[in-house]
T-cell receptor, first 119, second 112 residues
């Protein structure tokens, strides 16, 4: 299995709703990532988990809450979002956290994304 | 802070042309650099990864080169086809962390 699976593919939510995005991989990767991509812009890093621990939070607002319950699963919990949070949310994984020379071979593998619309 | 620039921003070519996409980055302390393809509204597909110790990688009609010291990478596409139409993103991965930073991409359109 060489895939990163994201669900749902599309999500529409109101500003008072609570919803979650889910990401799953079975490649044995120990680093998992959330990226946000607005239309016609490059992906922007939000969070990185390494060995199920949060390693990077790129100053993301607290209305986005990541969770890594185990090495194969990554969630993004959404609450009280704003319309400007509408975007494509991409999950990615890589084999090992960067540790020295061997990390140069780590390929970043992306899922198909979850398209979020906040009304 | 790593900054990645891709030139040109958009490119329209007739089928069969060979073409070169350019990427430059400001911080040469990288582990590797990946080239991705993205179709509209879709996720990213990895095309090639070049490790910092390598100068180039090839996959089929694609060839990517890396000059780490000058902060440049190029993606060469041979004999372009309409199916190559997509946005191509360059992404160096910095040392000392998990950050892969993306350029804004080159939007390629190959006319039949």
């Amino acid at each position: 299995d060489t895939e990163v699976t994201q669900t749902p593919k599309h999500l529409v939510m109101g500003m008072t709703n609570k919803k979650s995005l889910k990401c799953e991989q079975h490649m044995g990767h120990r680093a998992m990532y959330w990226y946000k991509q607005k239309a016609k812009k490059p992906p922007e890093l939000m969070f990185v988990y390494s060995y199920e621990k949060l390693s990077i939070n790129e100053s993301v607002p607290s209305r986005f809450s990541p969770e890594c319950p185990n090495s194969s699963l990554l969630n993004l919990h959404l609450h009280a979002l704003q319309p400007e949070d509408s975007a494509l949310y991409l999950c990615a994984s890589s084999q090992d956290p960067d540790r020295g020379f061997a990390s140069g071979a780590n390929v970043l593998t992306f899922g198909a994304g979850s398209r979020l619309t906040v009304l | 802070k790593q900054e990645v620039t891709q030139i040109p921003a958009a490119l329209s070519v007739p089928e069969g042309e060979n073409l070169v996409l350019n990427c430059s980055f400001t911080d040469s302390a990288i582990y590797n650099l990946q080239w991705f393809r993205q179709d509209p509204g879709k996720g990213l597909t990895s095309l090639l990864l070049i490790q910092s110790s390598q100068r180039e990688q090839t996959s089929g009609r694609l060839n990517a080169s890396l000059d780490k010291s000058s902060g440049r990478s190029t993606l060469y596409i041979a004999a372009s086809q309409p199916g190559d139409s997509a946005t191509y993103l360059c992404a160096p991965r910095n040392t000392g962390g998990f950050k892969t930073i993306f350029g804004a991409g080159t939007r390629l359109f190959v006319k039949a």
